[in-house]
């Protein structure tokens, strides 16, 4: 058990800060698109190049097998899961791409999908739907639902007798909202519906382990907040349900009940996913429960202010529970893409406008590296708003 660390105390988060180098030409406040790795985790990144490329061939055909094996269960031990339930992916896309291509559809099933779900999740399910596969059944979620029952209702009502999969975004990107996936894949299960999770942004941000989720396919980043360096992401199956999936990239020499059946990936850079271990151990030393706190501490530190100025509408919902780091706002009378442009030009803070339905939010997203006066800067940049 790691200690309790206050999520205010300065000291200790210092000495955090100062095992990440982030660039001193602006205040980074984009760390949704991925979590810049700590030195540590760089300098065992280099180190496994090194190596990998002074041993060449050698290192791949007589070491790697068991590294890699390690290092799936070291994964599997830090998920709360299986080692056979575990599969190393590039990212979530690819996770995504190998559930959804991969699942036994017929051409009459629907598959229901929220407005706020990710890009290339929609883009690979519109594909699908185009090739005939499945149709698609829209779900709309609320900003501000005042319980989790709201939620649900939401996706209940998408779901017709011909629902075979719901895709659910567990921490949703461009506004940070925490969604109840527990309670919805319960509620799926019950009517014999599965749920793909989307957990790119909520694994190893808000601590959790795998199987509180109560899903059998979940797809996480692991180079978002665990803090792997880039080019790694996770796909967890629960072993009874590995069968079903059929698999993306070519594959004859495993069984079907063998998770390895889905990873023909060829030829796969070994120094990021080497570098896993060393990102857990890093994650394991500050402790989730610490670090969940700390994010939304740096949240609140600008949001509680922001809240207070009249041109600002916070686009999170209001319970502390429903969001952690990741927050979004819109301002009633400025587009949001322009309210980047101003924060960069005039205060060197960086962040990013995506599209939520028809607008533009502007989002907000601390890393560990950050501290409250950055957050202060924030706030004073947005008091002086034009
Ligand atoms: C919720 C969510 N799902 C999936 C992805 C896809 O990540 P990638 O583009 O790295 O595959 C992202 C990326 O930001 C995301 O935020």
Same mark, same amino acid.
């Given at each position: 058990?790691?200690?309790?660390?206050?999520?205010?105390?300065?000291?200790? /988060?210092?000495?955090?800060? =100062?095992?990440?180098?982030? !660039?001193?030409?602006?205040?980074?406040?984009?760390?949704?698109?991925?979590?810049?790795?700590?030195?540590?985790?760089?300098?065992?990144?280099?180190?496994?190049?090194?190596?990998?490329?002074? #041993?060449?061939?050698?290192?791949? +055909?007589?070491?790697?097998?068991? +590294?890699?094996?390690? @290092? &799936?269960?070291?994964? *599997?031990?830090?998920?709360?899961? =299986?080692?056979?339930?575990?599969?190393?992916?590039?990212?979530?896309?690819?996770?995504?791409?190998? $559930?959804?291509?991969?699942?036994?559809?017929?051409?009459?099933?629907?598959?229901?999908?929220?407005?706020?779900?990710?890009? =290339?999740?929609?883009?690979?399910?519109?594909?699908?739907?185009?090739?005939?596969?499945?149709?698609?059944?829209?779900?709309?979620?609320?900003?501000?639902? &005042?319980?989790?029952? #709201?939620?649900? *209702?939401?996706?209940?009502?998408?779901?017709?007798?011909?629902?075979?999969?719901?895709?659910?975004?567990?921490?949703?990107?461009?506004?940070?909202?925490? $969604?109840?996936?527990?309670?919805?894949?319960?509620?799926?299960?019950?009517?014999?519906?599965?749920?793909?999770?989307?957990?790119?942004?909520?694994?190893?941000?808000?601590?959790? +382990?795998?199987?509180?989720?109560?899903? !059998?396919?979940?797809?996480?980043?692991?180079?978002? /907040?665990?803090?792997?360096? $880039?080019?790694?992401?996770?796909?967890?199956?629960?072993?009874?349900?590995?069968?079903?999936?059929?698999?993306?990239?070519?594959?004859? !020499?495993?069984?079907? #009940?063998?998770?390895?059946?889905?990873?023909?990936?060829?030829?796969?850079?070994?120094?990021?996913?080497?570098?896993?271990?060393?990102?857990?151990?890093?994650?394991?030393?500050?402790?989730? +429960?610490?670090?969940?706190?700390?994010?939304?501490?740096?949240?609140?530190? /600008?949001?509680?202010? *922001?809240?207070?100025?009249?041109?600002?509408? $916070?686009?999170?919902?209001?319970?502390? #529970?429903?969001?952690?780091?990741?927050?979004?706002?819109?301002?009633?009378?400025?587009? *949001?893409? %322009?309210?980047?442009?101003?924060?960069?030009?005039?205060?060197?803070?960086?962040?990013? %406008?995506?599209? @939520?339905?028809?607008?533009?939010?502007?989002?907000?997203?601390?890393?560990?590296?950050?501290?409250?006066?950055?957050?202060?800067?924030?706030?004073?940049?947005?008091?002086?708003?034009?």
């Amino acid at each position: 058990m790691t200690q309790h660390i206050e999520a205010s105390d300065e000291r200790y /988060w210092l000495d955090i800060r =100062s095992q990440y180098e982030p !660039s001193p030409d602006f205040i980074n406040l984009e760390n949704g698109y991925f979590g810049m790795a700590s030195r540590p985790v760089m300098d065992a990144l280099e180190a496994y190049n090194l190596l990998v490329n002074r #041993e060449a061939a050698f290192f791949m +055909r007589t070491k790697y097998p068991q +590294r890699l094996a390690d @290092v &799936v269960q070291s994964l *599997a031990a830090f998920f709360g899961v =299986s080692a056979d339930e575990v599969l190393v992916v590039r990212n979530p896309t690819e996770g995504m791409n190998i $559930l959804i291509q991969g699942y036994p559809f017929g051409p009459d099933d629907e598959v229901v999908v929220a407005d706020q779900d990710y890009d =290339s999740v929609k883009e690979t399910l519109t594909m699908m739907e185009q090739r005939g596969r499945f149709r698609l059944a829209p779900v709309q979620l609320p900003f501000h639902p &005042v319980d989790d029952e #709201e939620i649900l *209702a939401a996706y209940r009502k998408a779901i017709t007798p011909k629902t075979r999969v719901l895709i659910v975004t567990h921490l949703l990107h461009r506004t940070g909202q925490i $969604l109840p996936v527990a309670k919805i894949a319960r509620m799926a299960q019950d009517l014999g519906i599965d749920v793909f999770v989307d957990a790119a942004h909520s694994f190893a941000h808000i601590d959790y +382990r795998l199987p509180e989720l109560q899903s !059998s396919f979940v797809v996480v980043h692991l180079h978002k /907040w665990l803090g792997a360096p $880039l080019g790694v992401g996770m796909l967890y199956i629960r072993s009874n349900r590995v069968r079903d999936i059929a698999p993306l990239y070519g594959d004859t !020499s495993h069984a079907a #009940e063998d998770i390895r059946k889905l990873a023909r990936f060829g030829t796969t850079p070994p120094g990021p996913i080497l570098a896993i271990e060393d990102a857990i151990a890093f994650h394991n030393r500050i402790g989730g +429960r610490n670090k969940e706190a700390r994010l939304r501490y740096l949240k609140e530190c /600008w949001v509680n202010e *922001a809240k207070t100025l009249q041109r600002i509408e $916070l686009m999170i919902p209001d319970a502390p #529970e429903r969001s952690c780091g990741i927050a979004a706002f819109r301002v009633k009378d400025r587009d *949001a893409q %322009a309210v980047v442009d101003y924060l960069l030009a005039e205060h060197r803070i960086f962040t990013v %406008a995506p599209m @939520v339905g028809t607008t533009r939010v502007v989002r907000v997203t601390p890393h560990l590296y950050n501290t409250p006066e950055e957050m202060a800067k924030l706030v004073h940049a947005l008091r002086q708003l034009p």
